[in-house]
């Protein structure tokens, strides 16, 4: 997919150097001039260099300046489609009103993510996932819920996987890893203490780890292994994750169906032994 130019600038613009900035800036205020612009132009209008310009589409895991121009075309056409911005929750927002916008909003995080996910990451995760004996997830809060759901999902083909609520069995169990382990650590933020602290641990148990974050530098992106990134844009005044976990969640379904996909048939075998287990257990209730 080559659109989310414009996303990852935005993503990562707390995060990008002072001399890369102003270009940054530039982008995000003129782009449907910058595709028309060369390298040095650009340079020359954002009052920066062309060396600075390179290194944030590096930055941005970008092949090139062009690869970040043909994005930016793809992010605009996209926008003349009709495709959906975010949209802001009001403190009067009739019932009707606030369906569509919550709605509206879930979707365009799984969009805005698609365009920043990485495939080759996402294989490589995979792969671990289907080799390890054992996977530990590690989350706090709204984040919790989405390791939770990952682990009822593993569980049921038979995927050993561990999603322990309170933090210090996190970190208990972090240290009991080994070289033949996954470790998840989910955070959007990627800055959850609890969260880095398991992954820190993991790591020295020798554990390979995968962190599903925001796009862009943070302290569990460059802690991981593998980084898995996820786009939401959500209102200052929302009182728990809302798009970011609808994201998060997206993710570990790509996840698992690869997985499964993977031994088809075993998966198939084991998701109808635990459905006829608990259909039998209800009616013996």
């Given at each position: ?149 990952a682990q009822q999902k593993f569980l049921r083909i038979n995927k050993l996987c561990n999603a322990f609520s309170d933090t210090h069995l996190q970190l208990t169990s ?110 013996r209730k």
């Amino acid at each position: 997919m080559l659109n989310g130019g414009l996303l990852r600038i935005r993503e990562a613009l707390p995060t990008i150097k002072p001399a890369e900035r102003n270009a940054a800036h530039y982008i995000l205020e003129h782009p449907e001039e910058v595709i028309r612009l060369s390298v040095k132009e650009l340079a020359e209008k954002s009052n920066s260099s062309q060396a600075a310009i390179i290194r944030l589409c590096k930055n941005l895991d970008l092949d090139g300046y062009q690869e970040l121009k043909i994005r930016i075309a793809a992010d605009l056409q996209s926008s003349l489609s009709g495709d959906e911005e975010y949209k802001e929750i009001q403190p009067n927002d009739d019932i009707p009103t606030l369906i569509e916008s919550i709605s509206a909003n879930n979707i365009h995080s799984i969009r805005e993510t698609l365009k920043i996910i990485d495939p080759v990451a996402v294989e490589q995760a995979v792969q671990a996932l289907s080799r390890a004996k054992r996977i530990d997830l590690y989350g706090v809060g709204a984040s919790q819920l989405i390791c939770q759901d990952a682990q009822q999902k593993f569980l049921r083909i038979n995927k050993l996987c561990n999603a322990f609520s309170d933090t210090h069995l996190q970190l208990t169990s972090a240290v009991t890893l080994t070289p033949d382990d996954v470790a998840v650590g989910i955070s959007y933020s990627g800055e959850t203490t609890q969260v880095l602290a398991a992954i820190k641990q993991a790591k020295e148990s020798g554990a390979l780890t995968i962190g599903i974050t925001k796009y862009g530098a943070n302290p569990l992106s460059g802690l991981v292994d593998i980084r898995l990134a996820t786009a939401s844009t959500e209102s200052d005044i929302r009182s728990a994750a809302t798009s970011s976990r609808i994201a998060q969640l997206n993710v570990i379904d790509i996840l698992f169906m690869s997985v499964a996909s993977q031994n088809y048939d075993e998966t198939i075998s084991y998701l109808r032994k635990t459905r006829k287990a608990i259909q039998e257990e209800f009616r013996r209730k």
